[in-house]
């Protein structure tokens, strides 16, 4: 009865084995693209949501197209960084370094970056709605057909009312009380309603 048991139980064992194996290379592969970008900073297309790259040295990576989304960023380091096209959709920022980063026609809707260093950073046709850049150090940050629907402007650094005029819109956007004067009197059609739906 025993060995009849054992013959039956043992290809049983065997095959759950193999699939606890196989399950652990499979989430192991899913980590892949993590890798990638930590070891060689070259993750063109990356798939790296929701990944938790808090006080990452990605300065000069190619992120170029990869998808950001919701990932967690605080305090890495992406100057020089190629993130153009790249989706860092409610992508949590904080305190990160984006200095002369490539940011052209980022996808940047409810990200999260507050006390971001972004002096210098290219941010043409980016899309920035409904972002917190407050506190935010934006010196000769290039801000051309950005959309800055509903973001947070409140206390940033080095901001001119030259850098805004540039902006696709500022409609519902929050800005600090001097500079919205500013923008209310230069360049009032930017607080407008947009026409165009997407």
Do not use: W
């Not at 009849?4 to 193999?18: D, G, K, Q, S, T």
């Not at 950073?121 to 506190?135: G, I, K, M, N, V």
């Amino acid at each position: 009865m025993r060995k009849y048991l054992l013959h039956i139980c043992f290809p049983v064992l065997f095959a759950l084995i193999i699939s606890i194996v196989f399950a652990f290379q499979v989430s192991a592969y899913d980590k892949t693209d993590l890798m990638k970008v930590k070891v060689t900073g070259d993750c063109a297309d990356c798939d790296l949501s929701a990944a938790d790259l808090s006080d990452a040295d990605l300065s000069g990576a190619n992120l170029s197209n990869a998808n950001l989304s919701d990932a967690i960023l605080r305090d890495a380091n992406l100057s020089d960084a190629h993130l153009s096209g790249a989706d860092l959709s409610r992508a949590k920022l904080s305190d990160a370094t984006l200095r002369d980063a490539t940011l052209y026609r980022a996808y940047l809707r409810d990200a999260n970056l507050f006390g971001a260093n972004l002096r210098g950073a290219y941010l043409y046709r980016a899309d920035l709605r409904d972002a917190d850049l407050s506190e935010a150090s934006m010196n000769y940050a290039n801000l051309s057909g950005a959309k800055l629907n509903g973001a947070n402007l409140h206390g940033v650094i080095g901001l001119t009312v030259e850098q805004l005029s540039e902006a696709r819109t500022l409609y519902e956007a929050e800005l600090d009380p001097e500079l919205m004067e500013q923008v209310k009197d230069k360049y009032p059609h930017l607080l407008e309603e947009p026409e165009y739906e997407e």
